[in-house]
Every structure is written in C-alpha cells, then in structure tokens.
T-cell receptor, first 114, second 113 residues
Framework: EPEVTQTPSHQVTQMGQEVILRCVPI?????FYWYRQILGQKVEFLVS????????KSEIFDDQFSVERPDGSNFTLKIRSTKLEDSAMYFC????????????FGPGTRLLVL | QKEVEQNSGPLSVPEGAIASLNCTYS??????FFWYRQYSGKSPELIMF????GDKEDGRFTAQLNKASQYVSLLIRDSQPSDSATYLC?????????????FGTGTRLKVLA
C-alpha cells in the first residue's frame, strides 16, 4: 500500500541553524500538508500546498518557514533559523484531490533544537 | 480563533464495552469532520470522516455529527485493548475549496482487559 515517507526520522540541530525536512507524498496525490506536534500537545496545522503554491497557512507559519516541491516527488519544509521552541515532531501529509479530503500522514521527523 | 475541544481523558472502558468520544467545534461554517487515532509516538491514522448530519458507520466505529449543536462524536463498539490510543478530532477550518485542518487535543482511551 502506498505511504507517505519522511526523512530524516530524527534531527538534532543547534539553535540558529537551518533545517530542511523532507517528505515524499503518495505519488498521485495533489494536496500536501505540514503539521507539527510539540511533545504532549496537540497536532498543529502549519501549511497546505496545492498546484505549487501555498493554499492555507497558520499563524505559526511565519517568515522562518518555507515549503517547496523541488521536483515531482519531494515536498520540503525549511526552517531558516531554528529556535528552541521549534523542537517538535513534524508530520507531512497528503491527500488525493479536492474531493477527497482524507489525509495520509507520514511517520514524522522528530526535530530537537539545542 | 477557530477551536476544536475534546476532553483529554483518560476515558477508561472495559473490554467489550462501547467507548463514546466527544468533540465540539467553534466554527459554525465547518463542513468536514475527521476522527484520527494516534498511538504514542506514532503519526495520526484516519479512522473516518463525516460531512452530513446524522450517523455514519464503518465496522465497529460510528461517527455522529450534529451541526446545529456543533458537536461530533465517535462511538467504538466492542472495544478492544488494541483500541487504547489517543483519539483526535479534526475539522477543516479553511475557506471553501481550501484545506486547513484544526485538531483537538485528543482524548486518551484506555480499554481494560
């Protein structure tokens, strides 16, 4: 069964460094999403992406964050200058099309900012 | 600020019983509602979605939606220990044709063998 994959599974970085989290959505899906979940807290929407542009973004998704689909398969989240509070699990998700909203989540990347 | 509220639990039920999980949402314009299951340290896994008022059944799971009262619930029949997890309610709070999913904090369910 097709699944969303994410790399790396764990990332440790120093405060102020840039990180890029990578996702490979399910191949025929058109909508892509990033979420984060700080340990013990709720899943928080960051951004949705369709047709090579941002569809919606949350208040969390400020100028430090950017997303890109650099080729036909990868979907990336970049954090330009990481802060301690960026430490969280980051989930990528994808859904087939606008008429099928069901989202399929990847296993997540656990980011730790020191 | 659009909100989704859930009782954090834990909700403890004996094996074989019905577990009832509830969720309320603040945006009256929300059109689509989702229940996810999340095991500790894992990603959310979709259980079911509902768009229309009333009940929707899928196996041991029934989702119930009442838009007038702005609540959505999930019933799990014949609960099993493997159902022990955190159940997340999510609502699409995006503008028409866009997708911005707001999650509740989740209800932790414990099914006692």
């Amino acid at each position: 069964e097709p699944e969303v994959t994410q790399t790396p599974s764990h990332q440790v970085t120093q405060m102020g460094q840039e990180v890029i989290l990578r996702c490979v959505p399910i191949s025929n899906h058109l909508y892509f999403y990033w979420y984060r979940q700080i340990l013990g807290q709720k899943v928080e929407f960051l951004v949705s992406f369709y047709n090579n542009e941002i569809s919606e973004k949350s208040e969390i998704f400020d100028d430090q964050f950017s997303v890109e689909r650099p080729d036909g398969s990868n979907f990336t989240l970049k954090i330009r200058s990481t802060k301690l509070e960026d430490s969280a699990m980051y989930f990528c998700a994808s859904s087939p099309d606008r008429y099928q909203e069901t989202q399929y989540f990847g296993p997540g990347t656990r980011l730790l900012v020191l | 600020q659009k909100e989704v509220e859930q009782n954090s639990g834990p909700l403890s039920v004996p094996e074989g019983a019905i577990a009832s999980l509830n969720c309320t949402y603040s945006d009256r314009g929300s059109q689509s509602f989702f229940w996810y299951r999340q095991y500790s340290g894992k990603s959310p896994e979709l259980i079911m979605f509902i768009y229309s008022n009333g009940d929707k059944e899928d196996g041991r799971f029934t989702a119930q939606l009442n838009k007038a009262s702005q609540y959505v619930s999930l019933l799990i029949r014949d609960s099993q220990p493997s159902d022990s997890a955190t159940y997340l309610c999510a609502v699409n709070a995006g503008y028409p044709g866009t997708y911005k999913y707001i999650f509740g904090t989740g209800t932790r369910l414990k099914v006692l063998a």
